[in-house]
Each structure stands twice: as structure tokens, then as C-alpha cells.
């Protein structure tokens, strides 16, 4: 399950959680995001219960996207106890993103 993070929620549902959680910072007219929704689709579901995540549209959360500095898009980033430990900016392929979940499950 992909989640969508805003601002109303994302303290409690990415700062707070209990598990690690991975969240891609996108955007609707962005190619490379689109290219990456599906492959982010297919680890949600087979990291579920491991790795919680999410998305954050960075046109309507643009206070997020600048509080983590987003200055490109695809960035995925993976948070655990509430802090940045791991980031990926721009398309990579699905073997190199399953790694990534991996090393932060």
C-alpha cells in the first residue's frame, strides 16, 4: 500500500512511525517520477509491513519539499525514528531501489 503524505498528517505518519518509512517526493508533470511510480508501487507491496510508503506531491506540499531541501525530483528519502538516513535522486533501476529497501528495512 502506497500512502499520501501531507503536511496534515506527516509528523504522525512518517516523523513518528514505529517503522522505518520511504517517501518519494514527486510530481505530476515530472516524466522520470512517473517512470518510477510503478516500481515504488511493487516494493510497497512487497516491503508492506517492513518499510511503510508514501508519496508527497511537492507542488502541494511545498513547505515539506523545502524543509528537506528538495531541489529535484524523483528524491526518495528513507526515515527512521523521525531523521533522514538514506536518499535517492532521480530514476534508478528496480534492482538498485529493491537494494535501497533492503539495506533500510
Not at 20 to 40: E, H, L, N, R, T
Not at 44 to 58: C, S, T
Not at 71 to 84: A, D, E, L, Q, T
Request: hydrophobic share 45%; with cysteine; aromatic share 10%.
Amino acid at each position: 500500500m502506497v500512502h499520501t503524505f501531507t503536511a496534515d498528517n506527516f509528523a504522525t505518519e512518517v516523523l513518528n512511525s514505529d517503522i522505518p518509512v520511504f517517501v518519494d517526493f514527486y510530481a505530476d508533470w515530472c516524466g522520470p517520477c512517473k517512470m518510477m511510480s510503478p516500481v515504488i508501487d511493487k516494493l510497497a507491496d512487497e516491503f508492506d509491513g517492513r518499510i511503510k510508503v508514501g508519496k508527497i506531491n511537492v507542488d502541494d506540499e511545498s513547505e515539506i519539499a523545502a524543509q528537506f531541501g528538495i531541489m529535484s525530483i524523483p528524491n526518495m528519502k528513507f526515515f527512521k525514528g523521525g531523521k533522514v538516513v538514506d536518499e535517492v535522486v532521480g530514476a534508478i533501476p528496480k534492482a538498485a531501489m529493491k537494494a535501497k529497501f533492503e539495506a533500510n528495512v
